[in-house]
C-alpha cells in the first residue's frame, strides 16, 4: 500500500471505532448512522482510496472543486453531497452530480433545484439547512435558514417537481446561545426533526456531527455524520 493509502485507511479505521462506540454509548445499533466522508481540497484519487475501502458518501462544498473531481470518479459506485453555500447559478452544474443537497436553506434556491433536476429528469434529495444561531435576518453567517423558517420551506421542497424532501442538516454554531454546546445544538435539531416528520414522515435524515463533534451528533440521535480532517487529515486551506 502508498504511504496516503495507509494513511486513510488508518483514519478511516479510526472513525469507524469512533463511530461504533457512540453508537454502542447510545444503545444505537451501528446501521443507524451513515458516514459521509467531506472530500473538500483532496484529489479525485484520494476519493478513489475511499471508495475502495467500502465509502459510499463524499460531500463537496464548492462546486468549482466538485464538478471535475465527482466526473472523474463517476465510474465510482458513489453518492454525492452538497453540503456548502450554494449561488442560483450554480444550481444546474450541482444537480449534474449532486444526489443530496444538504444546504437548501432559501424558497429561490429551492425554484431553481427544482427547475433544473426537471430538466435533467434527476431526483435530487434535499436537507433543509437549519442555522441554530441565525440572527434578526433569519438566516446563518454559513447558510442556513432559523427554525421558525423550516415549515414553509420544507412544504415547498415537498411540492416541487425533481425534488425530494429527505430532512434536516446543522453545523455546530460558533456563535450564539448554542456556542460550544454541540449536544445542546443536536438536541434541538433533533426536536425540530421530529416537528418535521409530523407532516413530512418520509423526511428522516438528520445530518449533524463533524470529525470534532461527531460523538456529540450520534448521541443526539444523528443519522448523517459529516467527516473530513478525521479521515483525510488537516486542509490545507479554509474549505
Ligand atoms: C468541511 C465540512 C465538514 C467536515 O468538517 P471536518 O471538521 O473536516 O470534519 C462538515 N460539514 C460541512 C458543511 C463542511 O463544510
Not at 462506540?21 to 476519493?47: F, H, M, Q, W
Not at 443519522?223 to 486542509?235: F, K, N, P
Request: glycine fraction near 10%; aromatic fraction near 2%; include cysteine.
Amino acid at each position: 500500500m502508498t504511504d496516503r493509502k495507509d494513511e486513510i485507511a488508518r483514519n478511516l479505521a479510526q472513525v469507524e471505532e469512533r463511530i461504533a462506540a457512540a453508537c454502542a454509548a447510545a444503545g444505537r445499533s451501528r446501521d443507524e448512522v451513515t458516514l459521509i466522508v467531506v472530500t473538500k481540497t483532496y484529489p479525485a484519487a484520494d476519493v478513489r482510496v475511499l471508495a475502495e475501502f467500502g465509502v459510499r458518501h463524499v460531500a463537496e462544498n464548492r462546486d468549482q472543486e466538485a464538478a471535475p473531481k465527482a466526473a472523474e470518479c463517476a465510474d465510482l459506485p458513489l453518492r454525492w453531497h452538497f453540503v456548502g453555500q450554494l449561488q442560483t447559478n450554480k444550481v444546474r452544474s450541482v444537480v449534474g452530480y449532486a444526489d443530496v443537497v444538504q444546504s437548501v436553506d432559501r424558497p429561490r434556491l429551492v425554484t431553481a433545484l427544482s427547475k433544473e433536476a426537471v430538466r435533467a429528469g434527476r431526483e435530487v434529495g434535499c436537507l433543509i439547512q437549519v442555522a441554530l444561531d441565525a440572527g434578526e435576518s433569519g438566516r446563518g453567517e454559513r447558510g442556513g435558514v432559523a427554525p421558525e423558517g423550516i415549515e414553509e420551506l420544507a412544504d415547498l421542497v415537498a411540492r416541487s417537481e425533481g425534488l425530494r424532501l429527505d430532512g434536516l442538516m446543522t453545523v455546530a454554531p460558533l456563535t450564539g446561545q448554542y456556542a460550544g454546546r454541540q449536544r445542546a445544538a443536536f438536541d434541538r435539531l433533533m426536536d425540530l426533526s421530529t416537528d418535521l416528520r409530523r407532516g413530512h414522515p418520509a423526511a428522516t435524515m438528520v445530518s449533524a456531527g463533524m470529525s470534532a463533534d461527531l460523538e456529540h451528533a450520534v448521541a443526539a440521535g444523528a443519522t448523517h455524520v459529516r467527516v473530513g480532517t478525521a479521515v483525510l487529515g488537516v486542509r490545507p486551506r479554509l474549505g
